[in-house]
Each structure stands twice: as C-alpha cells, then as structure tokens.
C-alpha cells in the first residue's frame, strides 16, 4: 500500500495517519518534482515558442502539487480525496501533453519517457493514498 508515515505526529489526520503539514506527504513530495521536470522541457527553444502548449502543460504540473495541498488544508476526508482526484488526473494531463511535445518534435524520446515516469510514480503515489483514505470517506458519510 506504500508508506504514508504512520504513527507520524501532526495536527491533522486521518485514521493512524498524522500530519502537521502537507509537505510531509509522500506523494506532495513526488508532486514537487514534476513542475522542476516540465520547466526544463518549456525552456527549450521550440517548446518555448509554442505558448499554449507550455502553457497547459506547466499549470498541469503545478496542478498536481497545489491539489494535494488544497485537498489536506480543507481538513475533511471526503474534499481531500476529491482534490486528490483532481491531482491524479493531472499527471494523466502532463501524459497526454508530453506525447502532443513529442510528436511535434519539440523533445526527445529520452526527455519524454524521464517525464512520463516521474508522472506515472507520482499517480501512483497519490491513487494509492486515495484508494485507502477511500473507505474512510464511505464510513464518514
């Protein structure tokens, strides 16, 4: 199931699961590296002219991160499985924006498939640690 650091102690939590912070999440902390990953990718030079494109997938990127932490901060299990949703979909979003990136040319093969792991780990991360607060959510209701 991974390892979301139980027995941690913090202000808020759910079941066993204590955090005072939402930077202490394992998946947030997956999360963080993917804006650094992508802004590499956008500095190129014909990435760069393309605004839409470096546009959409630089938000998706910081999507991911800023959704797990508006998720924790609202402090109820059911809107932080939710915003947790919207995080995983953002990396299938950072997915699906680096194929149109390679397909156009802008980056190679080696640059794809380093993004697209880091953003297939991190929906890992974050579909494994709302596939267990998930049962939680069905108890609160």
Same mark, same amino acid.
């Given at each position: 199931m +991974? #390892? %979301?650091g $139980?027995? *941690? @102690? +913090? #202000? %808020?939590? $759910?079941g *066993? @699961?204590?955090?005072?912070?939402f930077?202490? @999440?394992?998946?947030?902390?997956d999360?963080?590296?993917?804006?650094?990953?992508?802004?590499?990718?956008?500095?190129?030079?014909?990435?760069?002219?393309?605004?839409c494109?470096?546009?959409?997938?630089?938000?998706?990127a910081?999507s991911?991160?800023?959704n797990?932490?508006e998720?924790?901060?609202?402090?109820?299990t059911n809107?932080?499985?939710?915003?947790?949703?919207?995080?995983?979909?953002?990396?299938?979003?950072?997915?699906s924006?680096?194929?149109?990136?390679?397909?156009?040319?802008?980056?190679s093969r080696?640059?794809?498939e380093?993004v697209?792991?880091a953003?297939t780990?991190?929906?890992?991360q974050?579909?494994?640690?709302?596939?267990?607060?998930?049962?939680?959510?069905?108890?609160?209701?």
């Amino acid at each position: 199931m +991974g #390892n %979301w650091g $139980i027995g *941690e @102690l +913090g #202000n %808020w939590g $759910i079941g *066993e @699961l204590k955090y005072a912070r939402f930077e202490k @999440l394992p998946c947030w902390q997956d999360a963080r590296k993917l804006p650094k990953m992508v802004f590499e990718l956008i500095r190129q030079k014909e990435l760069s002219k393309d605004f839409c494109l470096k546009d959409q997938i630089w938000r998706a990127a910081g999507s991911v991160m800023d959704n797990i932490a508006e998720g924790f901060d609202d402090g109820s299990t059911n809107e932080f499985v939710r915003f947790l949703g919207y995080a995983q979909r953002s990396t299938s979003e950072i997915q699906s924006q680096l194929y149109f990136a390679l397909d156009c040319g802008y980056i190679s093969r080696d640059q794809f498939e380093s993004v697209y792991e880091a953003a297939t780990e991190c929906r890992k991360q974050v579909k494994g640690f709302r596939r267990y607060l998930h049962p939680m959510v069905l108890n609160d209701q």
